[in-house]
């Protein structure tokens, strides 16, 4: 639902900021007469507060609906949500059915999970709200660590990939995102980092605002926009526009346009532990498609379906995708 | 009614051109050919509606993928928003009578709004609910969950800038 007229992200910020201090209740009259001046400033202005004006609209609409008690709590609660098959997980984890297979890589980030400040499970995803306000989406496999002080707020991500909305911060410091590869300073933004979970370098890929990237190793900084992805590795900073969503993962999925059928595999071999394999002959099949991460083994019984390949199981945690017999 | 416009034209010459195969694509995916004619169907509606110049789509399969994908993610939330009515409705005490339509209806107007809050806790869509429906103060929000009031603000924030997204991005 694009409209025409584009709003800067920062105006958006303040027309939110307003709107939501007069929903306060709490807006003294000097305060409205300051909105009344913001909103005169500038057409910009204005038109974002039209914006912010219209938008509780479809939800006061519909506000005989949600009078029904179950109504409401339905709408409170639906999430896709992972708990059950990490409880699941945890349960196989403990008769240690994972002892006989190969887990060498993960072995060190269980040790670094155990360390850091925050982190996830394979195939669990969590949102943290830090002292800042800034949201944090760590996706499957991830660990951070968190180190605000008197001159920054950091993050460090030591592995696997997290989602950032900024907050402001009312100390002013700057935020910034590390990995091994780079240094990244939000300007006002949502964004996502990846790294070393079997990707190569670092990957950031912007989804508002910008971000200034400035490399550990090697020379290179640059800033990226909205809508781009880079990578960032000791070779330098490679940018492009994302083909798909990458923080889809924050929604529960996993999606594929025209993605070639090995990258699927490695997308969702992040989400389940054990060995989830593509064999080579079949490896440059496409796929489109939104794909649900809570549900990946319905995600291979689609791919049989639709594709000429069938799911080879040595154990449960060691499956194969490979080409169909006589296909 | 006028005659048709060139939009309609090429709306028609896309659907002549690629309805069967936009049926194939969404099987794979659904599994259902029942399904699949209805999303299908669904997706030159919003085609449609949306009325954006069809000449300079360049390459049509991509752009009804898409339009189609959004709707598989529509639909997927659907079912999230099912589950979550199940639940809630299991968890009543006494029983319940809605009928299948209304029903039906019911989990139309939630699977809108849950695509308003798309991405927001479920904490922090209660919070938006008390000031938005109930019209609560952000104070007396913040008393009744037991928050700070900066707390109930930084959520607030948060939900208005989800639901413009939503709206406009």
């Not at chain 1, 190793?217 to 800033?223: I, K, P």
């Not at chain 2, 919070?127 to 928050?147: N, P």
């Amino acid at each position: 639902m694009s409209q025409a007229q584009p709003i800067s992200a920062s105006v958006r910020q303040q027309a939110i900021a307003w709107y939501s201090l007069t929903q306060s209740g709490d807006i003294t009259a000097e305060q409205i007469r300051e909105l009344e001046r913001w909103r005169q400033a500038d057409s910009e202005h204005e038109l974002a507060w039209q914006r912010m004006v219209g938008l509780p609209a479809l939800l006061r609409n519909n506000a005989g609906v949600l009078g029904d008690p179950v109504a409401r709590s339905a709408l409170q609660q639906a999430r896709y949500v992972s708990g059950d098959r990490r409880q699941v997980l945890k349960m196989l984890m403990g008769a240690s059915l994972l002892g006989a297979i190969a887990w060498q890589n993960r072995e060190s980030q269980w040790l670094q999970g155990g360390l850091a400040d925050l982190s996830t499970e394979t195939g669990e995803r969590r949102r943290q709200v830090l002292d800042d306000g800034t949201e944090l989406w760590l996706n499957t496999a991830t660990a951070v660590d968190i180190d605000f002080n008197a001159n920054e707020r950091r993050i460090l991500l030591r592995y696997g990939e997290i989602n950032v909305l900024t907050g402001h911060d009312p100390f002013g410091r700057p935020l910034l995102v590390q990995t091994d590869d780079a240094l990244m300073r939000p300007l006002g933004t949502r964004f996502t980092v990846r790294c070393g979970d079997g990707c190569p370098g670092t990957l950031l890929s912007v989804s508002s605002g910008r971000v200034a990237a400035t490399l550990r190793h090697g020379r290179g900084q640059r800033v990226i926009d909205s809508g781009q992805r880079a990578r960032l590795d000791s070779e330098g900073i490679v940018v492009s526009q994302p083909a798909v969503q990458d923080d889809a993962w924050i929604d529960g999925f996993v999606i594929a346009q025209a993605t070639r059928l090995d990258e699927l595999i490695d997308q969702l071999g992040r989400y389940r532990p054990g060995i989830l394999r593509c064999d080579p002959r079949v490896a440059g099949l496409r796929v489109t498609g939104s794909y649900p991460l809570d549900d990946d083994e319905r995600i291979l019984a689609l791919l049989e379906s639709s594709l000429p390949v069938s799911i080879q199981r040595r154990t449960r945690y060691w499956v194969t995708v490979v080409p169909r017999a006589g296909a | 009614m006028g005659p048709p416009s060139s939009f309609d034209l090429d709306v028609e010459r896309l659907y002549t051109q690629h309805r069967s195969w936009l049926k194939r694509w969404l099987m794979k995916r659904l599994g259902e050919a029942a399904d699949a004619d209805d999303l299908a169907q669904d997706t030159f509606v919003r085609i449609m509606r949306a009325r954006r110049p069809l000449n300079d789509v360049q390459r049509p399969l991509a752009y009804l993928a898409t339009i189609a994908n959004s709707l598989l993610i529509n639909r997927w939330r659907r079912l999230a928003v099912e589950r979550a009515y199940t639940e809630a409705l299991a968890a009543q005490p006494e029983q319940y009578e809605i009928s299948a339509e209304e029903r039906h209806l019911l989990i139309e107007t939630l699977t809108q709004l849950d695509e308003l809050l798309h991405g927001l806790s479920p904490r922090v869509r209660e919070i938006f609910l008390l000031s938005q429906l109930d019209g609560l103060t952000y104070k007396q929000i913040a008393a009744q969950l037991a928050l700070s009031v900066d707390q109930v603000q930084r959520a607030m924030l948060k939900a208005f800038d989800r639901c413009y997204a939503s709206q406009f991005e």
